[in-house]
């Protein structure tokens, strides 16, 4: 069933590309007006104005900044870049799932998925570092290692390049509506907590009123259980602004700790103890992932220990029937299987709600894409 031996936890230890001048994108507005104040001065109003050219406008270059002077353009332009993400290849299911291979400017291949949501608008699932430095057993992107953490700009410029990308379709196919990216999720390539300070920025640009205003209400970060990073989460508000998603995948310590190493580090216990200490008033909206793995962690017995560990915590489980994925050693539990697992977790009290599989005729499951490109 599983491989054998725990990996070791690897702390990322490889940062940032070291580009010779900054990027505008990785600047949210206060940073960009104390930037600008050093480096172009000139009146502080400019810093909103460029800031909105940049996230709301997703300007592609200096020159589109028309009501910014040609003296700023120019001194801009040479202290300071505009790099952007380049789109690769974009994978279209049948249920309109599309899944985008983008590539860093230091030739890495990074994957971003949007999923049209039930209503309007489409949910975009974003990374946070090339491949991944955690080992969960389930995951494609594991499989890759750990390369870098994404920088702020590279983040954000996920959802811009998705944007454009629907931009392109509808112009393409005669729509007068563009469909707009609403929600977002960060449970694409990478351990988000563990890149904290480039996603805490990215957060901050994302939800700014003068640039995408993505409510925070719709955006949910997701962390395998990184228990400092989770506290520090807390501590620092995150939590009141944007919602958590606790990837948890078992009932038990020998079962998670074979599933996900990281809970041989930080155990079930000690985890949800972090989700205890968040405010009272949001703890209730954190959600439990919990893929599903036929005939590792889909028993009654499971069940019945979730509704133990996590009926006082209120939150929902988000049942996730496996993406099986070339070499992977689990399988998915056939559907009745699923259905018999979510009424024994109903009957515990348990608020459930079952991901129906995206995607499922392209290479759905994260990392996948980026795996072909390395092959
Ligand atoms: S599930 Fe998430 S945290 Fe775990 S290895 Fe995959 S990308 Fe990393």
Request: charged share 25%.
């Amino acid at each position: 069933m599983m491989g054998d031996g725990l990996v070791a936890i690897r702390p990322p230890s490889r940062g940032l590309p070291r580009p010779a001048v900054p990027n505008l994108r990785d600047m949210d507005r206060e940073r960009l007006g104390q930037w600008l104040a050093q480096r172009v001065p000139g009146p502080s109003f400019r810093a909103t104005q460029i800031f909105e050219w940049l996230h709301r406008h997703r300007a592609a270059s200096l020159e589109d900044m028309s009501n910014v002077s040609r003296a700023d353009r120019a001194a801009l332009a040479e202290r300071a870049g505009l790099e952007r993400l380049a789109v690769d290849l974009v994978q279209r299911a049948s249920d309109g799932t599309r899944k985008l291979r983008l590539r860093t400017p230091d030739g890495h291949a990074i994957e971003s998925v949007l999923i049209p949501n039930e209503g309007r608008g489409l949910t975009q699932c974003v990374s946070s570092m090339v491949g991944c430095s955690l080992t969960c057993r389930f995951c494609a992107t594991a499989t890759l290692g750990f390369t870098r953490n994404l920088a702020t700009w590279e983040i954000v410029d996920q959802v811009y390049q998705a944007q454009d990308l629907l931009e392109r379709e509808a112009q393409q196919s005669g729509e007068r509506f563009t469909p707009r990216i609403t929600n977002l999720v960060f449970m694409g390539m990478g351990e988000p907590l563990h890149n904290y300070q480039q996603v805490r920025r990215a957060l901050a640009i994302l939800t700014d009123e003068r640039g995408a205003a993505i409510a925070g209400r719709r955006i949910t970060v997701s962390s395998a259980g990184l228990v400092p990073a989770i506290r520090r989460f807390g501590r620092e508000g995150l939590h009141q602004e944007v919602g958590l998603a606790i990837s948890l995948n078992a009932s038990d310590d020998r079962t998670r700790d074979q599933v996900m190493p990281i809970n041989t580090r930080w155990p079930i216990a000690e985890l949800l103890a972090a989700v205890r200490e968040l405010p009272p008033n949001r703890r209730r909206q954190v959600t439990f992932e919990y893929v599903l793995l036929a005939g590792v962690n889909d028993s009654p017995q499971d069940a019945r220990r979730l509704g133990d560990l996590l009926g006082d915590l209120g939150g929902m489980l988000n049942v996730i029937p496996f993406n099986p994925h070339p070499g992977a050693p689990f399988d998915r539990p056939t559907p009745a299987r699923v259905q018999q697992f979510v009424q024994q977790c109903r009957r515990r009290d348990l608020p459930v709600h079952v991901r129906t599989p995206r995607g499922d005729d392209i290479a759905a499951a994260c990392g996948q894409l980026a795996l072909e490109d390395r092959r």
